[in-house]
């Protein structure tokens, strides 16, 4: 098991976000994190990358916590986030030696894989450029390029297709796949849930802090008594029977 969330309390102060959170990311598998604004995905996400510590409960990658290991942790985890983070005085060459040096890639190896997705993502001629400068894609794309080069087990990617162009989120769900193929583990937040439908091996639809339901889309249909329904319309379902219960 790559990924396992047990009864995870946690948040930013002294009040809970998450009120309890647990479910599990296989290895190979593409689990989406789907949810209202503000109902914890990130938070969630936060804590798998280490940035919070739980209340209680426990995250595990390969059964370690960031407590047993947090050098070992943190290798393990490649990290795409909402909003690109970068460094303004770093130029794009320098961002991807960054993560090689921060890992501990082998060097020709990583600019080989390296050279082949800014390639794929046209960045190729803008090694020299600051990426600080780049539009809200081209940052995103070099995000996908620092995480990709990484031979992490775990992809942790929150809300990745807004502001890429089509080309980039096919390019994008190529290398997810490419990934899975080798063992690897993806856990995605999205709104963008035709796309989910149609990548994700597995749905976890959090509210309020707290898993609402979670399956593979056959699941999800069985448990809303409905073969044909779309991942969109059991979102809506749930969303509005939470407002009424509100
Ligand atoms: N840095 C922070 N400090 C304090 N509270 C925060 C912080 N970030 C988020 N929150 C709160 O945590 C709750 C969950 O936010 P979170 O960002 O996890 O939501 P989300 O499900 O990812 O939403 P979205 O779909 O809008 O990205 C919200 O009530 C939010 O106000």
Same mark, same amino acid.
């Given at each position: 098991m790559s990924l396992k969330i047990d009864k995870l309390v946690g948040g930013y102060?002294?009040? !809970?976000?998450?009120?309890?959170v647990s479910f599990d990311v296989a290895d190979g598998e593409l689990v989406g994190l789907i949810g209202l604004n503000g109902t914890g995905k990130s938070t969630t996400l936060n804590h798998v990358i280490g940035l919070l510590q739980p209340f209680s409960g426990t995250v595990t990658i390969d059964g370690i916590s960031i407590n047993d290991d947090v050098k070992k942790y943190k290798s393990k985890i490649a990290y795409i986030p909402e909003v690109p983070i970068l460094y303004k005085e770093l130029t794009l060459k320098e961002h991807i030696e960054t993560t090689i040096m921060a890992y501990g890639l082998d060097y020709d190896a990583a600019w080989n894989k390296a050279m082949k997705l800014l390639k794929k993502f046209r960045?190729?001629?803008?090694?020299?450029?600051? !990426?600080?400068?780049?539009s809200k894609g081209m940052r995103q794309k070099v995000m996908i390029v620092c995480a990709f080069i990484t031979d992490a087990k775990l992809f942790v990617i929150d809300?990745?297709?807004?502001?890429?162009d089509p080309v980039a989120v096919n390019d994008l769900l190529d290398l997810i796949n490419q990934q899975k193929s080798r063992g690897s583990s993806i856990i995605m937040s999205t709104h963008v849930l035709d796309t989910a439908e149609r990548f994700c091996d597995r749905f976890v639809l959090i509210h309020d802090g707290q898993v609402k339901t979670e399956g593979t889309l056959e699941q999800l249909r069985s448990q809303f008594g409905?073969?044909?329904?779309?991942l969109n319309d059991m979102y809506l379902k749930l969303a509005r029977e939470e407002g009424q219960n509100e």
């Open positions: 102060s002294r009040t !809970p976000v998450l009120k309890g960045l190729d001629k803008k090694l020299n450029w600051f !990426p600080i400068n780049f809300e990745p297709f807004l502001g890429l409905n073969k044909e329904m779309s």
